[in-house]
């Protein structure tokens, strides 16, 4: 079976009509409720069977896996964030999050997901967001 489904966050793109289009930039110049939104997004066509999922930018080095690094560190997979994207980077060794991205994530989109308000977002329990040795939760 292939893709079912797609989500492109590139700033520019030629978008095909059965792809998700959420835009973001690379950087820190985005909104933290817009990435809780892709989360959101993702699980929703995760939820509705849409799998396997495609999760794309422009080089698919920097924003889309860190996205499924927070994906994975959201539905608690992980026990934090960084060690999400440690087990993300260790699967292609072209991927390189730029640091103010991560950052972002970490200063800002964390934050969001730590509030009341995130912590109705998900469902999956999580301890926080600790800087800890990459670790895989099992189960």
């Known amino acids: 079976m292939g893709i079912v489904s797609t989500i492109c966050l590139a700033k ?19 909104r933290p409720e817009r990435i809780v939104e892709i989360l959101k997004v993702i699980d929703m066509e995760l939820e509705n069977g849409y799998a396997p999922l495609l999760i794309h930018c ?13 994906y994975l560190f959201y539905k608690g997979k ?17 991927i390189k999050p730029k640091g103010a991205f991560v950052d972002f994530i970490g200063d800002q989109v964390l934050h969001l997901l730590d509030s009341e308000e995130g912590k109705e977002m998900h ?11 990459p670790a895989e939760k099992t189960a």
């Open 12 to 30: 520019r793109h030629n978008a095909r009509t059965d792809e998700v289009v959420i835009p973001i930039h690379g950087s820190f110049k985005n």
């Open 58 to 70: 422009k080089n698919g080095r920097d924003r889309s896996p860190s996205i499924a690094a927070l």
């Open 78 to 94: 992980f026990d934090d964030f960084d060690s999400a994207l440690e087990y993300v980077k260790g699967k292609n060794s072209s």
């Open 123 to 133: 469902k999956a329990p999580r301890e926080g967001h600790s800087k800890t040795p």
